[in-house]
């Protein structure tokens, strides 16, 4: 089959959930039988290369996020299109606008999209943005051949939303652990909690951090702390104390495995998105997890790990002697091999496709 990607910045993957996905789909041979083309943002890449894993790359040059998104996912589908491709994943909704025609002009091409986990409920978009996201949602669920999505609690909203069934394939986590040391020294001398995120207000950020602040626990915060006024502001507010140790994003592999791997515990603040890579990915680790409060966490642990909702009920954990925490670890190690794993993922995805 002729199969085309549509919706990343590209491969190699550098950075994002759904790059991590394409680049462990093609790890397990989604090109050995198909032909597999993956459109790039030139504007990402100093090397273009022209093949990577069996999949031909293809370059549009446009900036694959922001509102250019929508031009760059537009120009994708379209250009799959014309290579006569008899089936488009799209990761994302922000070019969903031109489904219908699509389908009109070229009904023979399957298409199938992954939602994306509700973007337009992000409180970083402005009303009007949050508008049309919801409306390219729509326009996805409506005018693709397969829907998916990536937690069970958003397969139910599509179900009561728009009276669609769609089909519920999360994430891998085990790329962050394989082919790594089994014990690595600590990146420092004291013991800590750890966090790895976007710094939006919707990751529970000032919480969490003035959760730790009523505590003299460390934790050390790696996140994009320069990227926005509200991270800028967190990092001033809470400089001053000495537990609280706020580090921009890692991209080594290495150095994030080590402080992953040698973290007393990982605490997830996400409350929007669905199922997050992160944590998959963190769940592999064998190590404590504390998560809000919300239906997307709580199904992505099965029930496991130790849920809080605000600062109060945060620090009541962090003080306690997280008996309940450590009793949860061989529970959410289970789970993440049985459910989040690349392997697991890829099948799925094939299956969606069509693929053999």
């Known amino acids: 089959m002729r199969v085309s990607i549509v919706g990343i910045v590209g491969v190699p993957a550098s950075y994002g959930g759904f790059e991590t996905l394409v680049e462990n789909l093609l790890s397990n041979g989604m090109a050995n039988n198909n032909s597999v083309a993956v459109y790039c943002s030139s504007k990402s890449y100093t090397v ?12 549009i040059d446009l900036n694959a996020n922001g509102i250019s998104s929508i031009a760059y996912d537009i120009i994708s589908i379209f250009s799959a299109i014309k290579n006569r491709s008899d089936c488009i994943l799209i990761l994302g909704v922000s070019g969903a606008i031109v489904l219908p025609i699509i389908r009109l002009i070229q009904p023979k091409t399957k298409i199938v999209t992954n ?18 996201l919801k409306f390219s949602e729509k326009l996805a669920v409506k005018f693709s051949h397969v829907v998916i999505t990536d937690n069970q609690a958003i397969t139910d ?21 394989l082919d790594m040391p089994d014990s690595v020294e600590s990146p420092v001398n004291f013991e800590y909690a750890l966090s790895v995120c976007r710094i939006e207000p919707e990751n529970s950020v000032g919480l969490i951090l003035e959760a730790y602040s009523l505590t003299n626990k460390n934790i050390i915060f790696i996140g994009n702390w320069q990227n926005s006024e509200y991270g800028q502001e967190l990092r001033e507010k809470y400089s001053g104390f000495n537990n609280i140790h706020m580090l921009d994003p ?30 998959v ?13 919300c239906c997307y966490n709580r199904e992505t642990l099965k029930g496991q790990g130790t849920f809080f909702s605000n600062p109060d009920s945060l620090k009541e954990v962090i003080n306690s002697n997280q008996e309940k925490c450590t009793k949860s670890i061989l529970e959410v190690k289970s789970i993440a091999n049985r459910f989040y794993t690349w392997e697991v993922i890829a099948k799925k995805y094939f299956s969606a496709l069509g693929l053999n």
């Open 115 to 132: 939602i994306d986990g509700l973007e337009w409920k992000r409180d970083k978009w402005s009303r009007l943005a949050k508008s049309f």
């Open 157 to 177: 909203y599509v179900q009561d939303e728009y009276n669609k069934a769609s089909v519920t394939i999360a994430y891998g986590g085990d790329h962050a652990v």
């Open 48 to 59: 273009r290369q022209k093949y990577y894993k069996g999949a031909s790359l293809k370059y």
């Open 281 to 293: 990915e963190m769940m592999h680790f064998s190590v404590p997890i504390l998560a809000f409060d």
């Open 250 to 279: 890692i991209y080594d592999v290495g150095l994030l495995y080590a402080y992953r791997s040698n973290a007393s515990a990982y605490v997830h603040g996400h409350t929007a998105g669905g199922t997050n890579p992160s944590l």
